[in-house]
Structures are given as C-alpha cells and as structure tokens.
C-alpha cells in the first residue's frame, strides 16, 4: 500500500510541477562548484562543501537544472519516508506509521525536492544517518557504527551545519548506554563505537580543510564561516573600533542600504553578500585576506558585546518554526496555502506539546530517582527502551539543527526543512510514549482502585 501510494505521489507531482526543479537565489553557488568539480579544477575555496554540487553533477544539472535531478530528490525524499515509516511502525505500531506515511506526502514535505538546492539531500542523509545508528544501539554490531559515521560525515560535505553530527550521534548513543536504555553489557561497545565515529568525521574533514589549505592557503571546509557571522552582528556592526574603520565603513554603508531595499525582510541580517564585492576591493582581491579580517572583525563584536549578539539570535528562535512557503506553494489560491500553512503550525505546535510534556516528566523523574533509588513516575518503568532512545536521538539532531540554525545563521524557517520528516518522527514518537505513560498510568489507578475497595470490604 506504501508503494502504491508513494506512486502515486510521483506521477501526481510530476504533473502538478512540470517546471521543477526551480532555480533559487544560493542555487548559483551549487551549481558553480558542481561546474568546478566537473571541470576537474577548483579556483577558490567554495562557500559551499561539495555534497550536493556531486549530485548535480550526476544528474547533469551543474549549469541548468534537469529534471533527472527533480526525480532523483522526489526518490530521496521518499525513501528517507519510507526509512521514517519503518521506524515508526517498529517502535509504535502500524496506526502511527500510517500517519506518517501521509503527512510525509503532502506538499510542504515534498516542496523542498523541487528546488535546485540541498536540504532534500541533506534530509535522506539524515534519516539514513538516525536508522543506522538505531540498528548500532540495539544490535551491538560495529558495521553499523561505521556505516552511520560514514552517513553523518556524508550529512556534513552535504551541508556544513552537520559536521558535528557523527559526535553528536556517537555521544548521544552512549548516554542511551549510561542510562540504562540499552543492555550494560555494550556501553563498552558503544564507546568504541562513538570513538570510531568521531575518528572518521575528524579525518575526514580534516583532510578537506588540509586540501584548502595546500592550494589556497584557506584551512576550512568551507568559506561561509566568516559570512555567517556577519549576518549575526549586523545590527551592531558600527561598533568596530577605529582599527577596523575602513572595514567598518563599507559593512555600515552596505547594512543601512540593504536595511531600506525594497522587497526584502528590512533586516539587514544578508547584506554582507551585498558588501563582499566591496570588502574584497578594500583588501585588494585577496579572498583569504579579506576573509581573514572579516572573521577577526566580528569575532571581535560578538565577544565585546555577547548581549547583542545574544538578543539576535533569541529573536529568531521563533521565527525559524513558522511556516515555509516557496514559490511553488505561493503559486497556489490563498485558501491552500492556508491549509499547507495550518499543517506546518499544527504539526509544531504538537511537538512542541509532546517536549514539553515529556521534559517536565524527565525533570520529575531525574527528581524521584534522586530521592528514592529506582523509583520511577506513573509507571514510566514499562517505556520501551527503544522507543525512549530513538526519541532522545532524534530529539537531539532537532534541537541541535534549530540551535546552531539560530545561533550561527539567521534562522531561515527554510534551515528547518531538512529535520521535517525527523520533527514529524519525534512528533508522533512523543505521542506514542505519552498515551503509553496514560495507559500505564490509568492501570494503574484501576488496580489500586480494585485494592482499596477490596481492603474495605
């Protein structure tokens, strides 16, 4: 039934969307490192790390998209579904799974496919990287350590917000072990483990920022670093200190003008892309000199004034879990966009309600187990273990995507779309584990019930 229904998912967005893939504003800097790549010789260090720019390589979109890449990202993000469909019905059941199955189908799970852009990759190595790792945790095996750690490196060159994925998972499969989610007999195994991971991600970015730095004396996976910490000081940027006049002046001038743009958020946060032209002139069109001075620049505002610093990032935390409308989805009359916009706010909202739920009944538990040594709350001892750590994993990679979205970038409710089927997992996942606790805790209070009416009688 998954298939037949995944088929016709297919043939029903190949028809409504005969003009995907579509072209967006960072599609370019893809594309031109997919050309680079192709052509066997690279210029510059890139803005961007080479994950996606090989896939359109392969689907022969590095100068125009093709619609290959289209079908390609329709089957990723399908088979990411079904990878979420599977767990779901492993650890919750087949009603759950079924949920899953058509939520994950409908437009603003499968817009992000239609774009020439990376968050549908980084998606299915996602998934790919959390279903390896459950096998590891519940299986003991060492391949499976490796094939995740391989996955979460892949999740990085994909998209640089994920080089730290393989310590997260590796850290984050080891707490399962501490705490007794998984047999004590494999914490051991699980540290190797998580070693091992971390050994290959640290290897293999390690050699790409070493191959940046032999040829063009840049050490680094990617130059964006430098830019993403201009668009979280933009509105203090005027606080450089003289030995950074010249720099400041530029930066002030381009921030003010693109503040007043028209058709634009009036932020400010991008107008460094706007400014770099300039920036780079000012340091006579040494890329790695000016990038150099960029960074110094504003690490020096963000550690001389963390508050500000601090307050624009709070300020986006919300704001990255609105909802995402690409172009596909404004083309549509007002009253779909209205129901896709409505999914998107009821599917967070009971997120949020789950977490939020299950965290003040983690904090009262972590309470009661303090005072009274394996005591637990409602029952909560009957929890599936694998539902629990699949939960806190996929909880993890969550929080972790949102926070370094926030704190490091501008907080796009677009950086959310790899992590939608993983909210849409944790989601359904929270629920399960609540009406469980509810079971447990309504039996619970029948049998004492019982107990009581039988010592009165």
Not at 37 to 49: C, E, I, M, N, Y
Not at 225 to 234: E, H, I, R, V
Not at 241 to 255: I, K, M, N, S, T
């Amino acid at each position: 039934m998954v298939l037949v229904l995944l088929a016709l998912a297919w043939c029903g967005y190949s028809w409504v969307w005969p003009q995907a893939p579509l072209v967006s504003g960072d599609s370019g800097s893809y594309m031109q490192l997919g050309a680079e790549l192709k052509a066997g010789h690279l210029p510059r260090p890139s803005q961007r790390t080479p994950g996606y720019p090989l896939l359109l390589v392969l689907t022969g979109s590095e100068r125009h998209p093709s619609r290959i890449l289209f079908h390609v990202s329709l089957a990723l993000h399908f088979c990411a579904l079904i990878i979420v469909v599977h767990l779901v019905r492993w650890l919750c059941g087949p009603g759950w799974a079924a949920t899953a199955v058509i939520v994950g189908l409908l437009p603003p799970y499968i817009e992000p496919s239609a774009y020439v852009l990376s968050e549908g990759l980084t998606e299915f190595v996602l998934i790919v990287a959390l279903a390896l790792l459950l096998r590891w945790l519940f299986s003991g095996r060492l391949a499976y350590a490796v094939a995740c750690g391989v996955a979460a490196v892949a999740a990085g060159f994909v998209r640089p917000t994920y080089v730290p994925l393989a310590v997260l998972l590796g850290v984050g499969a080891l707490v399962c072990g501490v705490v007794g989610w998984t047999p004590r007999a494999r914490i051991g195994a699980l540290a190797r483990g998580a070693a091992l991971c971390a050994i290959i991600s640290i290897a293999a970015f390690g050699a790409w920022a070493e191959l940046n730095q032999l040829h063009f004396r840049y050490w680094g996976i990617t130059t964006l670093g430098p830019y993403a910490m201009a668009t979280k000081t933009a509105t203090f940027v005027e606080d450089l200190p003289d030995r950074y006049a010249g720099l400041r002046e530029v930066l002030v001038r381009h921030r003010d003008r693109f503040v007043t743009e028209h058709f634009t958020d009036h932020t400010g946060q991008n107008y460094i892309f706007r400014a770099m032209p300039e920036v780079l002139a000012l340091y006579g069109n040494d890329e790695r000199k000016a990038l150099r001075a960029l960074e110094d620049a504003n690490l020096y505002l963000i550690l001389h004034k963390p508050m500000s610093y601090l307050i624009d990032c709070l300020k986006v935390l919300p704001v990255y879990w609105t909802p995402v409308e690409g172009p596909l989805i404004l083309a549509l009359p007002g009253p779909a966009r209205a129901i896709w916009a409505l999914l998107q706010m009821v599917v967070v909202a009971l997120f949020f309600v789950q977490a939020i739920a299950l965290g003040g009944l983690g904090l009262l538990q972590i309470s009661v187990r303090l005072q009274r040594q394996g005591a637990t709350v409602w029952g909560s001892r009957s929890l599936d273990p694998q539902l629990l750590s699949a939960y806190a994993i996929a909880m993890s990679v969550v929080l972790y995507t949102w926070l370094a979205s926030c704190f490091l970038a501008i907080g796009l409710p677009r950086y959310r779309t790899p992590t939608d089927l993983l909210v849409l997992f944790t989601t359904l996942l929270g629920l399960a584990i609540c009406r469980e606790i509810s079971a447990t805790a309504t039996r619970l209070a029948v049998s004492n019930s019982g107990l009581e009416r039988a010592c009165a009688e």
